[in-house]
C-alpha cells in the first residue's frame, strides 16, 4: 500500500498564489507518476497536472502558464505551484500516484492507482 498526504489547502484570493504538497509513504518502490488532480462541487474529478519519472509532465488546459509541478522522487514527494488563482480552480485537490509492476518479461503488465483524503482550496474574496 501507498499512502498520500497532503498539505498546503485553504482559502486565498482572486488572483492569489497557493502551494500544495504531497508525500508518499509505505511500499513507494514502483511508483511511475505523481500529480494532482480536483474535483468541484457537482463535477467529475479531473486532472490538474501529473509528472512522471522521466520528468515528462501533463497539465490540463486550465493549469497550463499559471501552475506548476514537481517532483522529487528522492523523497516522494510531488507538489503544485498555483498561482493567479480565480473562482474556477475552487476544488478538493488530490494527490495521486500511480505504481506498475509486473514480471520480468512484463515489468509494468499491471498499474495501480492511488489518492489523498484530499485538500480544500477555496478562491474567493
Known amino acids: 500500500q501507498v499512502q498520500l498526504v497532503e498539505s498546503g489547502g485553504g482559502l486565498v484570493q482572486p488572483g492569489g498564489s497557493l502551494r500544495l504538497s504531497c508525500a508518499a509513504s509505505g511500499r513507494v518502490f514502483g511508483i511511475d507518476a505523481m500529480g494532482w488532480y480536483r474535483q468541484a462541487p457537482g463535477k467529475q474529478r479531473e486532472l490538474v497536472a501529473t509528472m512522471n519519472n522521466g520528468g515528462a509532465t501533463t497539465y490540463a488546459d486550465s493549469a497550463k502558464g499559471r501552475f506548476t509541478v514537481s517532483r522529487d522522487g528522492a523523497l516522494n514527494t510531488v507538489d503544485l505551484q498555483m498561482t493567479s488563482l480565480n473562482a474556477e480552480d475552487t476544488a478538493v485537490y488530490y494527490c495521486?500516484?500511480?505504481?506498475?509492476?509486473?514480471?520480468?518479461?512484463?515489468?509494468?503488465?499491471?498499474?495501480?492507482?492511488?489518492w489523498g483524503q484530499g485538500t480544500q482550496v477555496t478562491v474567493s474574496s
Open positions: 495521486h500516484a500511480k505504481k506498475v509492476g509486473g514480471p520480468v518479461e512484463a515489468p509494468r503488465s499491471w498499474s495501480r492507482d492511488y
